[in-house]
């Protein structure tokens, strides 16, 4: 189907804090506990809506062990927006958040907008990482921040349509040069606002899956 | 065993004749066995030329020079060319290379097509291409002669020139029956037909002596024509000439499998009929991308594959036998146990693969924890020993008190991670799904025990992948723990901590891509894909993602026989991304639809096929492929020990 914008994305953060499940989560309503560890990367997309507008969103989900880095730094290049995720449980990966980041802002073009998401939020008992260390954590470094919880789709949907707005708010105000797939935007048919896309005419919090 | 059978050429009179005029002295003499007459009986020489010669690089110091003969027996027409001995300047070639070329007694009758070059500047030459495939080296006449030797040629066989090509002539092809019978009939003089490409054959005039046979053949020649015509209209004919002359593929191919098609022709174990049957299902298999390519629009122009020639007729592996079972098993073993003849059984697993059950014995042997030569009695204790070892290393972290672990960070991770990931491998398959299964919990105690076996490597994500497999075959953790460890000694690089031993491969990869491929290279070259990460995963865990796991057993066992090449994986990448090249260049993929559309090959890949494919590759780059891939390259053992694993401090952030 054609979409007016198609946005990279690329999903980061250490081993294990879920971020196949969230991709599956957004791209499948569904939450499977088990499933393959991720070696590489892997691929999944969905189309959104965003001001009437359809948007397609192609998500690269990459292996989280720090021996991939090398590899998964290639995948930075022309990603529109990022996910870092870490889990609420794990206090380690909430500490690794600064390198990902440090990462992330030396491979990714400078525009990208990064989305702070705190996983496993169901696990609220076991939480070693309270929501405002989260908050303080994104307010510092200039991201958004959400927590969410793959396996009950708690703000699954937000934090990537939110993701979405941000970036097609950018485009708006020509912080983008759109014809220059780089910024990990690609123009679909030039932008008419259609009714095509709109199937549940939302206008910035609309979702779809029509992939 | 080849070597020697390709060495030993007391039976070719021709070489006995070289032998006693003293232009060419190969080897090992056994001069009893030679006989003192210089042809045997009813042989004639009816052409001779010297210094034609093989140009087996680039460089001029590495020519081979050699005699060109035309030797008729009876009603057949042999050729041979024996290099000169120590004639050339070629240091760097040995005596076992300039062998490797020699030419022994062709039949005629075996030859498909010869194509002739004049070129306006240097010398003339000739390549000569078998029925069944194989081409020979092109052979240069610094002394003339191409015009003699097709003039002799033709009068002792069927010679047309091609419609398509002037410079090319096709041969007889006696595994045509109609072909034998103009043989038989010794019609060729009459039947050539070389200047007069498309009008039928006059065979009516001289075959009027034989009258009873001339209704048949008149019936046939249109026919025959016919076919000769389909020939000539291949276009990949002049394509793959191109590329033999351009590689010098031709002639590592030539080297290397002469002897063994010729033997294996012979002992009927993939003769050139079945050869020709698998060429068929190559072409069908061939069929499959294009018609998946049908759906998509091909946007750009596709620059034909220089090899596709040589992959659908000049080489092609062998087809796949059935699985090795258990009285076949049974034959490589003497009384006590021992493997009487490894080579030959990995040959055979090469083909074939393993019957399940065999599994557990032979990748033991394979994988290298046990040595063929060992009895059974000696594996047995083996194993007795290997537990108790096992048992004192696991201990090793076993004994790790909750205490003292809050003092060890690094265990902790380290377990955590393992503890991570098996939970995450495999679990669709019977033997590890399911809750508390306890085959997972082993797969976390050999990690982790692998881990303190080898505390510099660790653990790293893809292991479990290939310790699943095993374990589910060995069924016993100790001795997965040990074929894994044997594993790992070759494919621990994998998993370094800077990827040196996935960079290596890659960059193999893109050399072998070079090579087999070369618009397919410069596609990847101007795309800036030259790093090949989206072949990451097929060799991190060889192919164990874009297979089901019977077939990822079966890849691995035969990877493991290192039969060709110990880099057949990276043939296997080869022949996968040349099936798609059409699509992958057609749709000019940018980097993430390349890298999607190869991660979404993952259960599409026809593993016999692409087994095939990547043995014909193999064959074809021959030294040239085996030149693009760096000493110390994984699987092969590291050159030097102690760096692999040097992992330190090294931080790769």
């Known amino acids: ?211 | 065993m080849q070597e020697a059978e390709l060495h030993d050429l007391s039976d070719d009179a021709d070489y006995v004749a070289s032998q006693q005029q003293g232009s060419a002295s190969m080897m090992r003499c056994d001069s009893g066995k030679r006989s003192s007459s210089s042809e045997p009986e009813g042989a004639q020489i009816v052409y001779l030329k010297d210094n034609v010669t093989i140009h087996p690089t680039l460089f001029a110091s590495e020519r081979i020079s050699g005699r060109l003969k035309l030797i008729k027996q009876g009603s057949s027409i042999f050729m041979t060319w024996i290099p000169y001995k120590g004639q050339s300047t070629n240091a760097r070639l040995s005596e076992k290379d300039r062998n490797l070329y020699t030419i022994r007694a062709v039949p005629f009758a075996d030859v498909k097509s010869i194509k002739r070059h004049t070129p306006a500047l240097g010398w003339q030459y000739i390549i000569v291409v078998l029925s069944f495939g194989l081409a020979f080296p092109p052979l240069y006449f610094y002394n003339g002669g191409v015009r003699e030797f097709l003039a002799t040629v033709k009068q002792h066989v069927l010679l047309m020139r091609s419609a398509e090509d002037s410079n090319v002539f096709l041969v007889n092809d006696f595994q045509n029956p109609l072909q034998r019978t103009l043989s038989s009939l010794e019609l060729p003089r009459a039947v050539s037909a070389v200047g007069v490409p498309s009008t039928p054959v006059p065979v009516g005039e001289s075959a009027s002596q034989q009258n009873e046979e001339r209704t048949d053949i008149s019936a046939s020649i249109p026919q025959y024509n016919r076919r000769q015509r389909q020939k000539g209209h291949d276009p990949a004919r002049d394509i793959s000439i191109q590329v033999l002359e351009k590689f010098s593929l031709v002639t590592k191919f030539a080297r290397e499998t002469t002897s063994q098609l010729f033997h294996e022709t012979n002992n009927n174990g993939f003769g050139p009929l079945e050869r020709r049957n698998s060429n068929q299902s190559t072409l069908d298999y061939s069929h499959k991308p294009s018609d998946y390519d049908e759906d998509v629009p091909i946007q750009s122009p596709v620059e034909p594959d220089p090899l596709e020639f040589d992959k659908l007729s000049l080489v092609w592996g062998k087809p796949r036998q059935p699985p090795l079972g258990l009285e076949e098993w049974t034959s490589f073993l003497d009384s006590e146990g021992r493997v009487v003849d490894p080579k030959a059984l990995r040959k055979r697993i090469f083909y074939g693969g393993l019957e399940h059950k065999f599994r557990k014995k032979v990748w033991a042997l394979l994988l290298g924890y046990h040595t063929y030569e060992s009895t059974y009695a000696e594996r047995e204790y083996q194993k007795s020993i290997k537990k108790t070892e096992y048992e004192t290393i696991k201990n090793q972290w076993q004994s790790i008190s909750r205490e003292q672990a809050k003092r060890c960070t690094k265990f902790r991770e380290r377990k955590g991670l393992i503890e991570k990931d098996v939970v995450r491998t495999d679990r669709s398959v019977s033997f590890y799904n399911g809750d508390e299964n306890p085959n997972v919990n082993l797969l976390r105690d050999i990690l982790l025990t692998y881990s303190f076996y080898n505390f510099d490597l660790g653990y790293c994500q893809g292991m479990s992948d290939l310790l699943s497999p095993i374990l589910f075959v060995m069924e016993d953790e100790s001795e997965s723990f040990w074929c894994f460890v044997a594993l790992m000694e070759r494919l621990g690089p994998n998993f370094n901590r800077d990827q040196n031993g996935m960079h290596s491969q890659l960059f193999a990869l893109s050399k072998l891509v070079e090579l087999l491929d070369s618009p397919l290279h410069n596609y990847f070259k101007q795309s800036d894909f030259l790093n090949y990460f989206f072949c990451f995963r097929w060799i991190l865990i060889q192919f164990k993602r874009e297979l089901e796991y019977e077939e990822t057993m079966r890849l691995w066992e035969v990877l493991w026989t290192r039969h060709f090449s110990e880099h057949l994986h990276l043939y296997l990448c080869v022949a996968v991304l040349k099936r798609y090249r059409s699509k992958i260049i057609g749709e000019q993929m940018d980097f993430d639809t390349l890298l999607k559309f190869i991660n979404e090959l993952s259960g599409q890949i026809d593993l016999d096929a692409t087994l095939r494919d990547a043995e014909a590759l193999c064959i074809c780059a021959g030294e040239n492929g085996a030149a693009c891939i760096p000493p110390g390259t994984p699987p092969s053992l590291p050159v030097d020990d102690g760096s692999f694993y040097n992992q330190q401090d090294y931080d790769v952030l």
């Open chain 1, 1 to 211: 189907m054609s979409y007016a914008y198609l946005f990279k994305y690329i999903i980061i953060g250490d081993t294990g804090v879920g971020k196949s499940c969230l991709l599956l989560q957004f791209t499948d309503k569904r939450f499977q506990p088990v499933h393959d560890l991720t070696i590489g990367v892997e691929f999944g997309a969905r189309m959104i809506t965003i001001d009437n507008k359809p948007i397609k969103l192609q998500i690269w989900d990459t292996a989280g062990q720090e021996s991939f880095r090398s590899i998964t730094r290639s995948y930075y290049r022309g990603a529109a927006g990022a996910l870092l995720v870490y889990d609420i449980t794990r206090r380690e990966t909430f500490n690794h958040l600064a390198s990902w980041l440090e990462d992330a802002r030396q491979h990714a073009n400078a525009n990208m907008t990064i989305m702070l998401i705190g996983n496993k939020s169901d696990l609220a008992h076991r939480r070693a990482v309270t929501t405002e260390e989260g908050e303080q954590f994104a307010k510092e470094h200039g991201l958004i921040f959400m927590e969410a919880s793959a396996k009950t789709a708690q703000n699954v949907e937000e934090a990537f349509i939110k993701t979405a707005a941000t970036i097609y708010t950018k485009i708006q105000d020509g912080v983008f040069d759109v014809s220059n797939e780089s910024y990990g935007i690609k123009v679909g048919y030039s932008g008419i606002p259609g009714p095509s896309g709109g199937r549940d005419g939302s206008s910035s919090q609309g979702g779809g899956c029509c992939n």
